[in-house]
């Protein structure tokens, strides 16, 4: 489908979205400005391709291939999206199968989808439909959602309790753009992220960063018209970013923001850093974003650091992610 064709696109976005309003009932989602930025984003690090399944001029399906060009160059992560009154028609196999037919065009022999719903939303449907076609289930991600504000005297008890680890750190807070003596130190943060976060049993290889992909990666964001609240831990003698973590804020829908990757190098762990940084950019999000009602977080089930930090501040699980695996050839 091309994504320049604004009539298409929103055709597309709506199958896409009314499958997401299933699976996440009461949640905004994605806008089609956050699809359309992604598909038009300059090529070199991932190519998004949109393919939809049509009956007349109705939309009924919609698919969505991201293919990685600087790294990973066996790999495409793929979503399918058929609204419940249009499955059982198999509208996701023909999808499905031109997902595939493209990876292999591509010279791509993993492919990796996501399967993810609220908590009380029936999950068989999507299960029967990923093992019935050969994929099977490599990593469960459980989603927590933070109610925000979160109230000072309980973040100022977790940053008192984690302070005195922490002594040679400072955390500072920034949005939107690494600053320039910190950039370095990012990308390193990214390329350790793609290997050290648990992945499962996911075929997935380290990334390959630098200062450019860090920019480029910052303009995506913009372009989608969100906002990224940083917060790091810098260590005070070597004025080296260790520790990093983001708060992603759709600007033109506010009430629900998005956790993304927190990491801190592994020679610095033990030190309460993730409790820090979080604790700083949650203040951050209040200060900056104020109609800011929900924070929803995801992390892998055996990731249990960081689910130890998250059930500190006051998160819920609110839903589950599965990442599907197929191998083709």
């Given at each position: 489908?091309?994504?320049?064709?604004?009539?298409?696109?929103?055709?597309?976005?709506?199958?896409?979205?009314?499958?997401?309003?299933?699976?996440?009932?009461?949640?905004?989602?994605?806008?089609?400005?956050?699809?359309?930025?992604?598909?038009?984003?300059?090529?070199?690090?991932?190519?998004?391709?949109?393919?939809?399944?049509?009956?007349?001029?109705?939309?009924?399906?919609?698919?969505?291939?991201?293919?990685?060009?600087?790294?990973?160059?066996?790999?495409?992560?793929?979503?399918?999206?058929?609204?419940?009154?249009?499955?059982?028609?198999?509208?996701?196999?023909?999808?499905?199968?031109?997902?595939?037919?493209?990876?292999?065009?591509?010279?791509?022999?993993?492919?990796?989808?996501?399967?993810?719903?609220?908590?009380?939303?029936?999950?068989?449907?999507?299960?029967?439909?990923?093992?019935?076609?050969?994929?099977?289930?490599?990593?469960?991600?459980?989603r927590r959602d933070l109610s925000v504000p979160v109230a000072d005297d309980r973040?100022?008890?977790?940053?008192?309790?984690?302070?005195?680890?922490?002594?040679?750190?400072?955390?500072?807070?920034?949005?939107?753009?690494?600053?320039?003596?910190?950039?370095?130190?990012?990308?390193?943060?990214?390329?350790?992220?793609?290997?050290?976060?648990?992945?499962?049993a996911m075929d997935r290889g380290e990334e390959r960063w630098g200062p450019a992909?860090?920019?480029?990666?910052?303009?995506?964001?913009?372009?989608?018209?969100?906002?990224?609240?940083?917060?790091?831990?810098?260590?005070?003698?070597?004025?080296?970013?260790?520790?990093?973590?983001?708060?992603?804020?759709?600007?033109?829908?506010?009430?629900?923001?998005?956790?993304?990757?927190?990491?801190v190098l592994a020679e610095h762990r033990g030190r309460r850093l993730g409790m820090?940084?979080?604790?700083?950019?949650?203040?951050?999000?209040?200060?900056?974003?104020?109609?800011?009602?929900?924070?929803?977080?995801?992390?892998?089930?055996?990731?249990?650091?960081?689910?130890?930090?998250?059930?500190?501040?006051?998160?819920?699980?609110?839903?589950?992610?599965?990442?599907?695996?197929?191998?083709?050839?």
């Amino acid at each position: 489908m091309d994504p320049t064709d604004d009539r298409a696109l929103d055709g597309w976005f709506g199958a896409f979205d009314a499958t997401h309003r299933h699976q996440w009932p009461g949640e905004p989602g994605w806008s089609v400005g956050e699809i359309r930025a992604q598909a038009h984003q300059p090529a070199g690090l991932v190519r998004t391709v949109l393919l939809a399944a049509v009956d007349g001029d109705d939309v009924v399906g919609a698919a969505r291939a991201e293919i990685p060009d600087a790294d990973n160059g066996h790999l495409m992560e793929i979503t399918v999206a058929v609204p419940p009154e249009h499955r059982r028609r198999g509208v996701g196999t023909r999808l499905l199968v031109a997902v595939e037919n493209l990876a292999l065009e591509e010279g791509r022999t993993v492919l990796v989808g996501q399967q993810g719903q609220r908590v009380g939303v029936d999950r068989s449907a999507g299960e029967r439909f990923a093992t019935g076609h050969g994929y099977s289930m490599v990593l469960e991600d459980v989603r927590r959602d933070l109610s925000v504000p979160v109230a000072d005297d309980r973040l100022a008890a977790l940053e008192a309790g984690a302070g005195p680890y922490a002594i040679g750190y400072d955390v500072v807070t920034f949005a939107d753009r690494w600053p320039d003596d910190l950039l370095d130190d990012r990308a390193v943060l990214g390329q350790r992220m793609s290997v050290d976060a648990p992945w499962g049993a996911m075929d997935r290889g380290e990334e390959r960063w630098g200062p450019a992909r860090v920019r480029q990666t910052e303009a995506l964001v913009a372009g989608m018209g969100r906002s990224l609240l940083v917060a790091a831990a810098v260590h005070r003698d070597r004025g080296r970013a260790v520790a990093f973590t983001e708060i992603a804020v759709p600007r033109g829908r506010p009430a629900v923001a998005y956790q993304w990757d927190t990491l801190v190098l592994a020679e610095h762990r033990g030190r309460r850093l993730g409790m820090l940084m979080k604790v700083a950019n949650l203040r951050q999000l209040a200060a900056t974003f104020p109609s800011t009602t929900t924070v929803a977080t995801w992390n892998a089930r055996q990731n249990d650091p960081m689910i130890a930090v998250n059930d500190a501040l006051g998160c819920v699980v609110a839903g589950h992610q599965w990442e599907w695996q197929k191998r083709l050839g």
